[in-house]
T-cell receptor, first 115, second 112 residues
Framework: ETGVTQTPRHLVMGMTNKKSLKCEQHLGHNAMYWYKQSAKKPLELMFVYNFKEQTENNSVPSRFSPECPNSSHLFLHLHTLQPEDSALYLC??????????????FGPGTRLTVL | AQSVSQHNHHVILSEAASLELGCNYSYGGTVNLFWYVQYPGQHLQLLLKYFSGDPLVKGIKGFEAEFIKSKFSFNLRKPSVQWSDTAEYFCAVSGGYQKVTFGTGTKLQVIP
């Protein structure tokens, strides 16, 4: 248990559905991240939030829409996804300080399948 | 831009064998370096990290890594692996205040 929880753990959706992934961190961190993990590809950073402000959008298609209502919660809203979006979506948090990036704590991920 | 290269995609070892996983990065300035591990069915977790100081870093479960600046490398080592070390290992780099960039990962299979 890392202090980062994600729900749901598994999600199957059609291309016309709208769903949301939820992430919550109990570590008091000030930065949260969404990553996409696909087979045989590097872990892809999608979005970064510092103190609830989005600081990075790594050329992610608009069918993925993040939301960070406070520093403990992070959502990823999904709509009109494609089958190639099927992957493991990981949430992480860290404490960003003056010295730069500290280690990230990862949640268990949501296994998404788009039919 | 920073990048990370892990040369071995799949490594198979017998128990008690020594392990070395290669990691090379490209970035011109000061870097923070990480090794993460993902055991089957579990979340990614930090194995060890290098920020500054002694280039030989010791982590959990007997793992260590050596930062060789001249070679842009941060190889992971363990003198004697166990079956429980079967997992996927990811090298990651962060240059200055930049985002963390991960390698493609190396799957380690330890045969009893």
């Amino acid at each position: 248990e890392t202090g980062v929880t994600q729900t749901p753990r598994h999600l199957v959706m059609g291309m016309t559905n709208k769903k949301s992934l939820k992430c919550e961190q109990h570590l008091g961190h000030n930065a949260m991240y969404w990553y996409k993990q696909s087979a045989k590809k590097p872990l892809e950073l999608m979005f970064v939030y510092n103190f609830k402000e989005q600081t990075e959008n790594n050329s992610v298609p608009s069918r993925f829409s993040p939301e960070c209502p406070n520093s403990s919660h992070l959502f990823l809203h999904l709509h009109t996804l494609q089958p190639e979006d099927s992957a493991l979506y990981l949430c992480a948090s860290s404490q960003r300080g003056a010295g730069g990036l500290n280690e990230q704590f990862f949640g268990p991920g949501t296994r998404l399948t788009v039919l | 831009a920073q990048s990370v290269s892990q040369h071995n995609h799949h490594v198979i070892l017998s128990e008690a064998a020594s392990l070395e996983l290669g990691c090379n990065y490209s970035y011109g300035g000061t870097v923070n370096l990480f090794w993460y591990v993902q055991y089957p069915g579990q979340h990614l977790q930090l194995l060890l990290k290098y920020f500054s100081g002694d280039p030989l870093v010791k982590g959990i479960k007997g793992f260590e890594a050596e930062f060789i600046k001249s070679k842009f490398s941060f190889n992971l080592r363990k003198p004697s692996v166990q079956w429980s070390d079967t997992a996927e290992y990811f090298c990651a780099v962060s240059g200055g205040y930049q985002k963390v960039t991960f390698g493609t990962g190396t799957k380690l299979q330890v045969i009893p």
